[in-house]
Structure formats: C-alpha cells, structure tokens
C-alpha cells in the first residue's frame, strides 16, 4: 500500500502548515501576532544565559535537575514552576505551589495537552464562534465534537451556554470543556464581562465541565482596568489556565505553562511524552523573573503595543473610513476589523495579497458560516511607519474596488 492510504485518520484533519506561503514577497506584514523585535531584551537574556552556565554547569544542558529528579522530565524546571505559583498567588489569590504548574512548549502544546488528556472520542467542547484554529483542532483530532457560542462587545456569550449543554445531552453526548480566551479573544479582541465570567465558571461547577482559559495575551494590556480571571473565580478547580513568555518576552523562547490545582494538571502530565522543556531555557526566565524584571518588562513593552495601536487606529479612520468598523483594542495585538459590504472583498484581498499586504483573513478563525467579512490585523511586530503605508495603501485598494456609488 502506499503510504498515504497507511495513514493514521487524525493525520488528515488539515495540512502540516496550517497557513499557506505566500505566493509574493511581505511588503507590509500584519499576518502574524508577533512580540515587537524592539521590545527582546537581548542583554539581559544574553547576561543570564552566561550567569546560568558558569553558576550550575552542564546540569543545565541535561534533561533535568538532578537534585530534584525524574519529576521535571514531565513538569519541567521546579525553580520556575515556583516562580509562575507564587505570581499566580499574588495576582490571581490561588497558590498551587510547583505542583500545579506544568511548563509546556508554548502555550499551544499545553493546550494540545490539555485536549488529549480530557477529551475522549464523542466528548463534545464548546468555544467561541471564532477562535483559535490549533485549540479546536487538537480538540477535533482528540475525537471532540466541537460546538460554538457566539462573541459579542463582551465576549462569549454565555447566557445561551445552558441551553446549548441542553441540546448537547438531548442528543445523548457529553459537554466536557469550555475553551475560552476571556481577556483579548482571538481573533475579535473582545473581553468577557465580569457577570459573563462568574456565570461561566457557576455553570462549570453546575453542568460538570472544565474550562480552559486561555490568558496568553492578558499581561499585554495598555489600556482599561484588568478583570477578574475565570482562574481567579474558580473554587471548584474546574479552571485551568495557559500563559506564555512568547507574547510577553520572546516567541523562540518556547516556553508557555498551565496552571491550575494540581489534581486538575495531573492528565496532562499524564499525556505528556517529549520529555519536558529546555533546562537551560527554564532556568534562564527563573532568574528573569527572579531579578525583578517581568513586570517592568511587561511595562515597557505594553507602550510599544499601545503607540502602534493607536497609529493603526488613526490609519484605519484616515484611510479607510466607513469602509471599515472596528473598535479600539485594550491590549494585545491585533485589531478586528469588519470589512463593508459595498466592498468587493474577494476582488480587494486578492489585491492586496498581489502588493504584498498580509493579514489573517477572518474566515481562518470561524467556526459557523457568516457571510461578513472580516480581517485580524496584526501591529504589534511591524513599525508604525510599515502600519501607516500599509493601511493607506489597503485603504486606497478598498475605495477602487468599492461599488462605484459607494466611492462616490
């Protein structure tokens, strides 16, 4: 037989690359959700490296630490795991000590994780109409069934949720997760209200469900007062949260966690078979953090987001006018922008695409059919000089393939 027909049925859910190449040259890049290059913090990463190999010597290059044991092949680094505990207790008013904390490849093989080790075949996960793709296709490739709520100006709307596990349990099936990005979703921006929030983790408790609450952007806020995590919420340890250094420090890094009660950790330390993350790495952040300097770091990079999201804005309105709707993002890095329907959308996108404009089209998140049109706009990697060309130069390809009335 050939190999293609020996192949395992969850290997042929989608390609390996879940995007295509592009066919021309990036002109103006606002494809990808990128930290700011600007923002690395080179010297200090550099001056720990150095610090972390001459303190600890070729331990660090090893699987794990031998004065702790077998215990980081799964978990990862005990040191670090502490410190994202004990930030947890200070910010969030749980502390689960090392025990409940697992550092993942990223947030996305924690979450990759956190579906195979809850989701069985015929399980059914509930998110967000448009969402992170990899979420919901680990959720698929678990052999979940996934079903959507719909997201308004406050987030997922969770007063339907009820009547959709009604639905689910009449046809004989198990609502098992609630994937959810509260803060900042993806691809909208939008964040859950406090009231949908504490209905959110009261109706876990009541139906029987776990949440995974993806807060990998909730650190990059510029703007507004925070919101009570669903992880914060949680007295029933139905919540368990990924975080990621990716989004705040650097995105090779490859370092992302779970956090949650220990017990509620446990399957997805049991599914875990890569031997945990990088020594070196680990360490390397441990001391980051253990100087000091997370939070000023965080600081400072949350005014880069917020001066080229304020240039993309005014970019936007300038250039595109009432071609687009969008509305100003708190934090994070991507702007949601609804694209009117006096546009020829697919004639303007192909376009932009020939000059050398990317984005992510709106359609790579959905989840449900919906006939608008939109696009995620990423500003936070590029310069707002290329964030100005670039949306004047998209807003120029909307008015020339707008009707010709509407140019008008």
């Known amino acids: 037989m050939p190999a293609a027909e020996l192949r395992a049925k969850a290997s042929n859910t989608g390609p390996s690359l879940f995007f295509p190449d592009p066919e021309v040259p990036a002109v103006f890049n606002f494809d990808q959700g990128l930290a700011a290059p600007e923002t690395f913090p080179i010297s200090d990463l550099v001056r ?36 994202i505990a004990d930030r947890t207790a200070k910010m969030q008013g749980h502390d689960f000590g090392h025990e409940g904390v697992i550092l993942t490849s990223g947030s996305v093989q924690g979450i990759a994780l956190a579906m195979a080790g809850y989701i069985d075949p015929g399980d059914v996960v509930i ?5 992170f793709p990899y979420a919901l296709r680990f959720a698929d490739m678990s052999g979940g069934e996934i079903r959507t709520l719909p997201v308004d100006d406050d987030g997922m709307v969770v007063e339907e949720l009820e009547a959709l596990i009604d639905a689910v349990e009449a046809e004989g099936k198990k609502v ?46 510029f703007s507004g007062d925070a919101l009570p995590t669903l992880l914060s919420l949680d007295k029933d340890a139905r919540v ?31 599914m875990r078979q890569d031997l945990g993350v990088a020594q070196w790495i680990a360490r390397i952040l441990d001391r980051f953090m253990a100087e000091g300097l997370l939070e000023p770091h965080i600081e400072k990079v949350n005014k880069v987001y917020k001066a080229k999201a304020e240039t993309a804005a005014k ?32 004639t303007a996108a192909a376009r932009a695409a020939k000059e050398g404009i990317f984005f992510r089209p709106g359609e790579r998140f959905s989840g449900v059919k919906d006939d608008r049109k939109f696009l995620r706009l990423a500003y936070s990697h590029v310069s707002e000089k290329t964030i100005a060309d670039g949306i004047a130069r998209l807003g120029a390809i909307l008015k020339e393939t707008a009707r010709r009335d509407a140019a008008e």
């Open 48 to 83: 720990l490296a150095r610090e972390v190999l001459d303190d600890s010597g070729p331990s660090v290059l090893d699987y794990f630490d031998p004065g702790t044991g077998y215990e980081e092949l799964v978990f990862g680094y005990r040191g670090l795991r502490k410190r």
């Open 127 to 131: 998110a967000e109409a448009s969402s």
């Open 176 to 221: 098992k997760m609630v994937y959810a990005i509260p803060t900042f979703q993806t691809p909208t921006g939008t964040e859950m209200s406090v009231s949908r929030r504490k209905l959110l983790v009261e109706l876990a408790k009541k139906r029987d469900f776990m949440i995974v609450e993806d807060d990998v952007y909730a650190d990059l806020r």
């Open 240 to 270: 368990i949260q990924c975080g990621s250094f990716s989004k705040v420090i650097a995105p090779a890094l490859r370092m992302g966690w779970f956090v949650g009660d220990p017990a509620a950790i446990e399957p997805l330390a049991v």
């Open 315 to 346: 970019a936007l309105r300038e250039h595109c006018g009432d071609f687009v709707r969008f509305k100003m993002p708190q934090g994070s890095f991507y702007i949601w922008v609804e694209i009117d329907d006096r546009v020829d959308w697919d």
